[in-house]
């Protein structure tokens, strides 16, 4: 008794959104499935279903289970052995769209922002990428910028941190211009984006996620000015400091 005893109290581990098990009379039949958990502990049953929206179901002498995901190392299914897809690595691909919000030349009108990042996910925790996209601060810019995305522990709701940096490049051109036809010039600049947020699965490699960050970003610009001595070249340097409002999609 003291065996069973010990697998009643074991907390179940789960699979994330990636382990697709056959339910209903076929479920049933199983007597082999093993649950390896992050403890150290393994417990035999049945397992019903398992998935990242309603977590893990395994029945055995002891009753009826249900647990949540991101607490399951690996499940052995009458001896095949799958690893939990939030333990793999590979490519990921963040697709969002953001509104930066502050005062500008326009009062509090906020500014679109339209980025897509690809990158490598070194396990469930720690994603790193590179990206680009469409911005407007005055004139368009291309920002291009390394990001750093770190997860909680895994769940259906996750809490994420992530970090972008990098150097956004003018796309349009100034169009002041001199008497003698030459125009001024748009120059990029610096940009810094924390953040914070949540992540929301929505299937086996897919996900939704909001978040609310701060949003850093110089640009600069040359514009004609005229005097007796004739046409001479000002700069004027923007630093821009925003709050960020984000939603996207991250598929892996």
Not at 1 to 13: A, E, G, K
Not at 225 to 240: I, L
Request: proline share 4%; net charge positive; charged share 15%.
């Amino acid at each position: 008794m003291s065996d069973l005893n010990r697998i009643c109290r074991v907390t179940f581990i789960c699979l994330y959104a990636g382990l697709l098990l056959p339910g209903g009379a076929s479920a049933q039949n199983r007597r082999q499935d093993v649950i390896f958990l992050k403890s150290g502990s393994v417990l035999t049953g049945n397992l019903i279903y398992c998935d990242s929206l309603r977590g893990v179901r395994i029945d055995n002498d002891c009753g009826s289970w249900l647990f949540s995901i991101g607490e399951v190392d690996s499940v052995n299914i009458l001896g095949f052995c799958q690893r939990s897809s939030d333990k793999r690595n590979g490519y990921y691909n963040l697709s969002s769209g953001s509104l930066l919000f502050g005062e500008g030349a326009d009062g509090f009108v906020p500014y679109l922002s339209m980025t897509m990042v690809n990158g490598y996910h070194w396990n469930q925790n720690f994603f790193t990428g590179a990206g680009l996209g469409y911005e407007y601060f005055g004139w368009s810019v291309l920002p291009v910028f390394a990001e750093l995305l770190f997860f909680m522990k895994p769940d259906v709701l996750t809490p994420y941190l992530s970090l972008r940096s990098g150097y956004a490049f003018p796309l349009s051109k100034n169009p002041d211009s001199y008497q003698n036809g030459s125009q001024g010039r748009n120059y990029g600049g610096v940009l810094l984006n924390p953040e914070a947020g949540l992540k929301i699965s929505v299937g086996e490699r897919s996900a939704f996620l909001i978040g609310i960050g701060y949003r850093y970003q110089e640009l600069s610009r040359t514009s004609p000015g005229y005097d007796r001595s004739g046409n001479y070249s000002r700069k004027t340097v923007t630093h821009y400091n925003r709050i960020t409002l984000k939603a996207g999609v991250l598929f892996r």
